[in-house]
């Protein structure tokens, strides 16, 4: 079991950024593929971003594509979500998520391993 810690999140004015922090711990080696995911009050969790630990490759949601940046330093079993040109309508609850397989990506229902969440707030 790979344990996940977010950080980061808080308050932002629309048009900031923001960076978010995934520190991966404990079974790591059963993690292949580290994600983002969100979910805003009444909707379903969405898929942000995902890395691959090995060599990097990177997947983007539609809605995020252009202004997020995924990134992941395999030392430090740390992954990051730098996300500019914020809108109101990226507040969520972001969570970060593992799987052992690189299938399937944007579905939440593969992933083994979730964080806790950390809040993002986009707001004037």
């Known amino acids: 079991q790979v344990q996940l810690v977010e950080s980061g999140g808080g308050l932002v004015k629309p048009g900031g950024s923001l960076r978010l922090s995934c520190a991966a711990s404990g079974g790591t080696r059963d993690s292949y593929l580290v994600a983002w995911f969100r979910q805003a009050p009444g909707k379903e969790r969405e898929f942000v971003a995902a890395?691959?630990?090995?060599?990097?490759?990177?997947f983007y949601g539609d809605s995020v594509a252009g202004r997020f940046t995924i990134s992941r330093d395999v030392a430090k079993t740390t992954m990051y979500l730098q996300m500019t040109g914020l809108h109101p309508e990226d507040t969520a609850v972001y969570y970060c998520?593992?799987?052992?397989?690189?299938?399937?990506?944007?579905?939440?229902?593969?992933?083994?391993?979730w964080g806790r969440g950390t809040q993002v707030t986009v707001s004037s």
């Open positions: 890395i691959t630990w090995d060599s990097g490759s990177t």
């Open positions: 998520a593992s799987k052992p397989t690189l299938g399937s990506v944007p579905r939440a229902d593969v992933y083994s391993d």
